[in-house]
């Protein structure tokens, strides 16, 4: 669901948008770290034969299995912390706007960026920008905004057919 947020209030709904993900980021950041640990290490176990096999070769030999099953630990977990750390950033720091066209009579967003309001046919001039929900806790700062979510307009071709 989308919100239309007025150029007014965007500065300081993003500033709220970013701080509540920070601190999510620092509460979710181990979770995630062992969920993408024990995807790789499962992963790796399920397909990783040929990395194994490469990983053996070349460092030879003379390395026992168990120093083997070490590095690849250890490696998948660096791997994981980067990740969720990467993956986190990615959440506070991406761009929390996109614009479209918006027919203000009647309240509709126009998705696919026709250029005519698929309900009242005026064309739409100008474009305005809406966030995009992905979280269910930032509902909460939505409304302490005072904005609310906004329909995206029907499908031309679906509502003349819903009309037969
Ligand atoms: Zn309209």
């Known amino acids: 669901m989308h919100?239309?947020?007025?150029?007014?209030?965007?500065?300081?709904?993003?500033?709220?948008?970013?701080?509540?993900?920070?601190s999510s980021s620092f509460r979710l950041y181990v979770p995630i770290v062992l969920i993408f640990f024990v995807v790789g290490?499962?992963?790796?176990?399920?397909?990783?034969?040929?990395?194994?096999?490469?990983?053996?070769?070349?460092?030879?030999?003379?390395?026992?299995?168990?120093?083997?099953?070490?590095?690849?630990?250890?490696?998948t977990a660096t791997i994981s912390a980067l990740g969720a750390l990467l993956f986190l950033r990615h959440l506070v720091t991406k761009e929390l706007f996109e614009d479209f066209p918006y027919c203000a009579r009647c309240d509709a967003l126009d998705y696919d960026e026709i250029g005519i309001c698929s309900c009242c046919r005026s064309p739409l001039i100008g474009r305005h920008s809406f966030f995009y929900l992905e979280f269910e806790d930032e509902r909460k700062t939505i409304e302490s905004f005072g904005l609310k979510e906004i329909e995206k307009m029907p499908d031309p071709v679906s509502k003349e057919n819903s009309g037969k």
Do not use: Q
């Not at 919100?3 to 701080?19: G, Q």
């Open 3 to 22: 919100v239309r947020v007025p150029d007014e209030l965007k500065a300081a709904f993003a500033r709220e948008i970013r701080r509540n993900r920070l």
């Open 41 to 75: 290490y499962l992963g790796l176990a399920w397909k990783g034969h040929p990395i194994i096999y490469i990983l053996s070769k070349i460092l030879g030999d003379s390395v026992p299995e168990s120093r083997l099953l070490l590095y690849i630990t250890v490696s």
